[in-house]
């Protein structure tokens, strides 16, 4: 069941390819541009505050993070995009490793890309979500720091998200909204990621929520 998400617990870091745990078992990637509310999204998500590492410093992960839920289901914390600072040889060795993750890792069951409600589908949150397609694996959008919005907001930027993901993608893409404050689609979110480790039911993509 997805409450086994709570026994998430880090696992390692990798850099490079060869530092990446076994390519077993099932895996869940989050994804998201630098200050999206990735790692408060993790954290609400495991109900563990400080599992992953929530920084005022955008893009402070700077590794794929593994975290482990069983000792056959993981979630793995993607680098953040947006680090102004990291040099440009970094960045693109950071590229070039997700992109041979994204098309070789046979552990990866699905790919969650965490955006900011007020600042959605960005270049690099189309990327994202272009690797999942492409490699024929589910992907959900959070569209995440929905409190900052009144609820009609709300509604008008998920319809519109929704639309233009429809219009790329197909009904390959699910989206809802989420906010790791007030809780909003902590439990939706829970049982898709569930699905897909194999904690629980299959999950059914998601229903347009505000």
Excluded: C
């Amino acid at each position: 069941m997805s409450q086994l998400l709570e026994r998430a617990e880090y696992l390692l870091s990798a850099h490079n390819a060869r530092q990446l745990p076994d390519d077993v078992g099932a895996e869940v990637a989050f994804a998201g541009r630098s200050n999206a509310g990735k790692s408060s999204a993790l954290n609400a998500l495991t109900r563990r505050n400080a599992l992953a590492r929530v920084s005022k410093t955008p893009g402070r992960t700077q590794q794929l993070v593994f975290f482990r839920v069983t000792p056959e289901a993981h979630l793995v914390d993607l680098p953040g995009y947006g680090y102004a600072k990291v040099p440009l040889e970094l960045q693109a060795h950071w590229q070039a490793f997700i992109d041979r993750y994204f098309r070789n890792r046979e552990a990866l069951k699905g790919l969650v890309v965490v955006m900011d409600i007020r600042h959605p589908l960005k270049d690099y949150d189309l990327q994202m979500l272009g690797y999942a397609v492409e490699r024929g694996l589910p992907a959900h959008a959070l569209l995440t720091k929905a409190d900052k919005l009144g609820r009609g907001q709300q509604m008008q930027t998920l319809q519109k998200v929704k639309k233009e993901l429809a219009s790329r993608f197909g009904d390959t893409v699910s989206v809802q909204t989420f906010s790791s404050q007030s809780r909003q689609g902590v439990d939706e979110a829970r049982q898709i990621i569930g699905g897909w480790l194999g904690l629980g039911a299959p999950a059914a993509p998601a229903e347009p929520t505000a």
